[in-house]
């Protein structure tokens, strides 16, 4: 029985040539999503652990004011977890000049000396080599590479130190250049000390721990911090501290995307099983006649499911590789930015993975919907194709409304399409209403609470913004990092508004509880709050760069975007006391039609240092664009599904159909009349699937999303008016091109052949 | 007898290529005036059906020509022919072939609604319901009529437009005895000084009833 299930398989694929290929355009089209997802998701999910592996990242980067290494060993090697510990002196910033690409380029940059036996500690070399001890080496990082052009080989200049690139490095403990404000460059710690230091001592800053056993880090960094006396400065960053350092520039979108896969995925699953079970209905007439001959439904489902596995194959197999073609550049970037690393190669396991899922689901929507109709009695299976009976007689018989009762007559198989085009046009809105507020949070500020546009800082700052025409408010503005005081590894920083804060700063939205409002209460961001298991009525004690500690009484819970969520908010006094040394910055709120460059020029005029507020990203610009970009991207791809599945539907619909269409022909309807029948049908399926899009979207996709990425708080991932007219036009276009197409196609037949059978 | 208002000439189709080629109509010349009924009989698979088709520019000949009220159907673009087709042709199907989704009224409507001649055409559609006693059966969908009721209705859609032609294929084919010479009757009186029937058929009291009688054979016409 299998060999006459492949035989007619076989016989299905040679004898409906066009419908092949169309099936098989859904397959490429579903692949591109499914190769798109997992690229994407597989990418940036694995992609910090990746890059720590390469690099060797340390367990603990113990960071201090500057002191000589006997004293910072003598303080650190006895601790009975440690493994080995590597020492570096970081000096920034340090004047930069680099020759590349036919151009002088000049900056600041982070010098890093490193011990020479510990040259590769934490780095990921990209290309070139390593520090080898001879004079004149220096490894760059590769976001500064990438945005100057530097090769090995390219002469290099910080402050008196001159030589040349030998290595481009991703050390995964930060974010990359231009994320990060100055980018990373390795020198011997002789070379560091002797040209640029220009002192004999050897002193150091940081200290690289290795441990012996990474699940006791708690208890190590308590040990360090108790023997940490004489050692002034002390802040611990960990692998987790590490990750969501990095998680503060790339953590929401990288969820997001992460988010953004499983939807894709689902909607494509959803799509294969309309078109399968379109294909296989529109056929019972056929399957009757093989039941008639012999073929036992079981061995029928295995036919069609095998008939349509061969042509999902290949063109799954196609449409993964182009998905993923179309979206590595735009991962790659991503990944850059964010220090981790792109898969060393193609990601095959996962994307024959997917094929092979396509595949499946394939058969499974062809078999089963075969099988299905193949166990029916072989006598109600012969009549044929089920013609559905009308539901009431119709009101006119205009070609656009007997489109759409044609339509309607299937009110399962609409029902299916209608739901995946639903899922596929929910996933566009989703990812267009993405877009829409990452542009808005880095460009507008107010978008996350924030009403200020600049930021000033100087002598005298607060007076000086306040008296300059053009600023509405000004208010003083402290941030100051520190750790969690119960577990040394969880980072987190503290933001405080001075007098007139309110003017500048509305607050960031609450999630629970209430504000806080005395000097020694604090909101918390939902970050943080999970994180370190904080409720309204908890207690934060929080460790502040320079070693002091302060303790606040959560009142509230926040939404906070920005740095993984882990933000707290207190009072200007608590702050300062627990921080004295750190200065306040001022945020400076511009009146209304007053051009914020403009008001920047007149604070600089007044000599204050002035920054663009960026909202979400700061200095971050290019990389919002990349994920703005790659979320474009998928929703262009994912449109051009929704397009084949309005195409398919009407496909069918056509072949079921053929007859009234015949008819209609001889009557003397004109094509366009019968491009306006087709159009009644895919009007009558949007009618159905953009309503159900905009549920979805609002109950389930994005609710869906905003829950992998809860720590953020509640997205407000809502579709913009503009957006919503933008989606349903362009899907109006699509059922009058895939109706004028189909219709095209249905006037060129003879009205003989479509009253015999298309 | 009035001016020809169908002539075919040299008419051929082919079916197949190359070595399975088959004529399925052979050179067929034919002309008929309005005001005539023309019954076209012959057995099974004698190109009949066919021939209709191509009278009625359902499918175009592999040569010659057909010129329906003057107009080529043989040639010209699919929107035109079907703008003419609804003006002047009626057509009725063995199998009735009314559209399942539409009750019987609209199925009779369907040409008027594709020519946007509602107005004038609704009160046409009805009298032609009372004409052939199917009034009642208006507002009933095609698969709550019976065959006879059916075919009425067909037949009311095929004359909605007020045509100069009328082609019929096998209008008794599918229906009782009773029903047929019901339907034979209304064919009769659809012959007008203004409009030509012609029938393709197997009913030979029906045949009996055309002014001209022409027999198919193996694709080629042939007066009785």
């Known amino acids: 029985m299998l060999s006459a299930a492949v035989v007619r398989a076989l016989g299905g694929l040679r004898s409906r040539p066009g419908a092949t290929l169309a099936a098989a355009a859904g397959l490429v089209l579903a692949g591109v999503l499914a190769g798109t997802a997992t690229t994407t998701g597989i990418a940036l999910a694995t992609g910090f652990d990746r890059a720590q592996r390469a690099a060797g990242t340390a367990d603990v980067i113990a960071r201090f004011d500057e002191v000589e290494r006997d004293a910072a060993a003598a303080r650190l090697s006895p601790l009975a977890n440690v493994r080995s510990i590597s020492y570096r002196i970081v000096v920034r910033p340090v004047d930069l000049a680099a020759f590349a690409d036919g151009e002088v380029q000049f900056g600041t940059a982070e010098v890093n000396g490193v011990e020479l036996e510990h040259a590769d500690d934490g780095l990921a070399l990209v290309a070139g080599r390593g520090l080898s001890g001879a004079p004149g080496e220096a490894v760059v990082e590769r976001g500064l590479a990438n945005e100057w052009g530097l090769e090995p080989g390219d002469p290099l200049r910080l402050a008196d130190w001159v030589g040349r690139v030998v290595g481009v490095a991703v050390e995964p403990d930060n974010v990359a250049f231009p994320l990060a404000a100055r980018p990373r460059v390795y020198l011997l710690d002789s070379d560091v000390r002797g040209d640029i230091l220009r002192t ?8 690289y721990l290795h441990l012996i056993a990474p699940d006791r880090l708690p208890e190590t960094l308590v040990q360090a911090r108790a023997a940490s006396y004489g050692v002034t400065g002390l802040t611990f960053t960990t692998r987790a501290g590490v990750r969501a350092l990095v998680d503060e520039a790339g953590g929401l979108v990288g969820g997001l995307l992460i988010a953004f896969a499983v939807v894709a995925l689902l909607a494509a699953g959803a799509m294969l099983a309309a078109a399968g079970h379109a294909r296989v209905t529109a056929e019972v007439g056929t399957i009757g006649a093989l039941r008639a001959l012999g073929f036992a439904p079981l061995g029928l489902a295995a036919s069609y499911a095998i008939e349509a596995m061969l042509v999902a194959l290949p063109a799954a197999a196609i449409g993964v590789t182009l998905g993923a073609f179309l979206v590595r550049g735009a991962t790659a970037d991503l990944l850059g930015g964010l220090n981790e690393l792109a898969p060393p190669g193609p990601l095959w396991p996962a994307h024959a993975a997917a094929i092979a899922v396509i595949a499946l689901l394939a058969g499974l929507a062809a078999g089963w919907p075969a099988f299905a109709a193949a166990r029916r009695p072989v006598v109600a299976t ?3 194709r089920v013609v559905a009976p009308p539901r009431g007689p119709a009101a006119t018989a205009r070609p656009i409304v007997v ?17 995946a085009v639903a899922a596929a046009v929910a996933t566009i809105l989703l990812l267009l209403a993405l877009a829409r507020f990452l542009i808005d949070a880095q460009r507008e500020p107010s978008a996350i609470g924030e009403r200020y546009s600049l ?3 100087g002598r005298d700052a607060l007076e000086l913004a306040r008296g300059t025409p053009g600023v509405a408010a000004a208010a003083e503005r402290l941030q100051v990092r520190g750790v969690d005081g119960f577990d040394l590894a969880e980072p987190l920083t503290l933001v405080a508004f001075g007098p007139g804060g309110e003017s500048v700063f509305a607050g960031r939205p609450l999630l629970e509880g209430r504000r806080a409002r005395a000097r020694n209460e604090v909101e918390v961001g939902r970050g943080l709050a999970q994180s370190l298991g904080l409720a309204p009525g908890g207690r934060l004690l929080a460790l502040l760069e320079g070693g002091s500690e302060v303790r606040l009484r959560v009142t509230g819970v926040v939404q906070e975007l920005g740095s993984d969520g882990r933000v707290a908010y207190t009072s200007l006094a608590a702050l300062r006391a627990a921080a004295p040394g750190e200065r306040p910055e001022v945020a400076v709120r511009a009146a209304s039609g007053v051009a914020i460059a403009e ?8 000599g204050l240092r002035v920054q663009r507020n960026a909202g979400l990203a700061p200095a971050g610009a290019p990389f919002v664009d990349t994920i703005v970009a790659l979320l474009r991207v998928v929703a262009l791809v994912t449109g051009l599904v929704c397009g084949a599945i309005v195409l398919l539907s009407l496909l069918v619909l056509a072949r079921e159909r053929a007859e009234t269409i015949g008819i209609m022909r001889a009557a003397g309807a004109r094509p366009a009349q019968i491009m306006a029948l087709l159009t009644g049908a895919s009007l009558a399926l949007l009618a159905i699937a953009l309503p159900l899009a905009y549920l979805l979207e609002r109950v389930l996709f994005g609710p869906l999303v905003s829950g992998l990425v809860e720590r953020y708080g509640a997205l407000p991932l809502v579709p913009a008016p503009l957006d919503l007219a933008l989606v349903v036009a362009a899907f109006l276009v699509v059922a009058l091109l895939t109706a004028a197409a189909t219709g095209r196609r249905l006037s060129r037949l003879a009205i003989v052949d479509l009253l015999r059978d298309v | 007898m009035g001016d020809p208002v169908i002539s075919a000439r040299g008419l051929v189709r082919v079916h197949g290529s190359g070595s399975a080629a088959r004529a399925i109509v052979s050179d067929v010349d034919l002309d008929v005036a309005t005001g005539e009924l023309v019954a076209i009989v012959g057995p099974s698979g004698s190109g009949k059906s066919t021939l209709l088709h191509l009278l009625a520019g359902f499918d175009r000949p592999t040569s010659g020509t057909v010129t329906v009220a003057g107009r080529r159907l043989d040639s010209g673009s699919e929107s035109a022919r079907s703008r003419f087709r609804s003006a002047n042709i009626g057509f009725v199907f063995q199998s009735f072939r009314l559209v399942p989704e539409l009750d019987a009224f609209q199925n009779a409507m369907l040409p008027v609604r594709l020519a946007r001649d509602a107005s004038a055409g609704r009160s046409r559609v009805e009298e032609l319901f009372e004409r052939l006693g199917i009034a009642d059966c208006a507002r009933r969908l095609p698969s709550q009529l019976s065959g006879g009721e059916q075919q009425r209705v067909a037949i009311a859609r095929a004359l909605a437009m007020e045509p ?10 599918n229906l009782d005895e009773s029903s047929g010479a019901g339907v034979m009757g209304v064919l009769r009186a659809a012959v007008t000084p203004d409009r030509a029937v012609v029938v393709v058929t197997h009913d030979a009291a029906l045949a009996e009833g055309a002014a001209r009688i022409l027999r198919m ?6 007066a009785c």
């Not at chain 1, 004999?200 to 200290?207: E, F, K, P, S």
């Not at chain 1, 008001?599 to 005029?605: G, K, S």
């Open chain 1, 382 to 384: 012969l009549r044929g």
């Open chain 2, 217 to 222: 054979r193996d694709g080629i016409l042939t």
């Open chain 1, 403 to 419: 489109g759409a009762r044609l339509a309607l007559a299937r009110p399962g198989r609409l029902a299916v399409s209608a739901i």
């Open chain 1, 455 to 457: 930021v000033a800082r």
């Open chain 1, 599 to 606: 008001l920047a020029d007149r604070l600089e005029a007044r």
């Open chain 1, 200 to 207: 004999g001592a050897t002193a150091v800053n940081a200290a």
């Open chain 2, 164 to 173: 100069q032609v009328l082609l019929a294929d096998e209008p008794t084919g």
